[in-house]
């Protein structure tokens, strides 16, 4: 069984579109992040959740909004679709408290914005 | 403002070479340095980390090398096969509390066979 997953694996829409990528871990981790990957391969933190709370929210545009229904699943929605948010868009999860720099990512969803 | 330092961007080695990357990290409060391997079209993983009470941590053909007081580490991975081409990011995060860690720009390794 896959430890972290992400669907789905490729995304291509429209400029303006809305879109949703899911995310599930089955570590029984409390914490769950999304990362961007740019093309350059740079790993940028967007959302920290800790037990279905943000904890953590670095400068993303509000058209991003993550929504987690349980700690086990952890979603981005994106509204209004922009040329830039073309990335690889990583979950990951870990357990929060002494093990929580341990992160173990999914395998990634490649959003293209055309 | 960039925490932790990666270098170099890129890096290309015969088989059987010694890899090397560099990182240096700013925030003292830093106390766990994880190195994290990519293969294409797959997430990162965790690869290998250290705690700053030592200096070197080996396992296999991978080796940290820490430096607390120039705020500097690094990977070195020996005998280098072409199955280890992979990027290669260095982290630095604090144990316990919200912290989460902060990723260094990566390292694209390339090993000749």
């Known amino acids: 069984d896959t430890a972290v997953s992400q669907t789905p694996k490729y995304l291509v829409t429209q400029m303006g579109n809305d879109k949703s990528i899911k995310c599930e871990q089955n570590?029984?981790?409390?914490?769950m992040y999304w990362y961007k990957q740019d093309s350059k391969k740079f790993l940028k933190i967007m959302f920290s959740?800790?037990?279905?709370?943000?904890?953590i929210n670095e400068t993303v545009p509000n058209r991003f909004s993550p929504k987690s229904p349980d700690k086990a699943h952890l979603n981005l929605h994106i509204n209004s679709l922009e040329l830039g948010d073309s990335a690889v868009y990583f979950c990951?999860?870990?357990?929060?408290?002494?093990?929580?720099?341990?992160?173990?990512f999914g395998s990634g969803t490649q959003l293209s914005v055309l | 403002q960039q925490q932790v330092k990666q270098s170099p961007q890129s890096l290309i080695v015969q088989k059987g070479g010694i890899s090397i990357i560099n990182c240096a990290y700013e925030?003292?409060?830093?106390?766990?340095f994880p190195w994290y391997q990519q293969f294409p079209g797959k997430g990162p993983a965790l690869l290998i980390a250290?705690?700053?009470?030592?200096s070197e941590k080996k396992e296999g053909r991978f080796t940290i090398s820490f430096n607390k007081s120039a705020k500097q580490f690094s990977l070195h991975i020996m005998d280098s096969q072409p199955g280890d081409s992979a990027t290669y990011f260095c982290?630095?995060?604090?144990?316990?509390?919200?912290?989460?860690?902060?990723f260094g720009r990566g390292t694209s390794l390339i090993v000749h066979p």
């Open positions: 990951a999860s870990s357990r929060h408290g002494a093990d929580n720099e341990k992160l173990f």
């Open positions: 570590l029984g981790h409390d914490t």
């Open positions: 959740y800790n037990n279905k709370e943000l904890i």
């Open positions: 925030n003292t409060a830093f106390d766990y």
């Open positions: 250290i705690r700053p009470d030592v």
């Open positions: 982290a630095a995060a604090r144990v316990g509390g919200s912290y989460i860690p902060t």
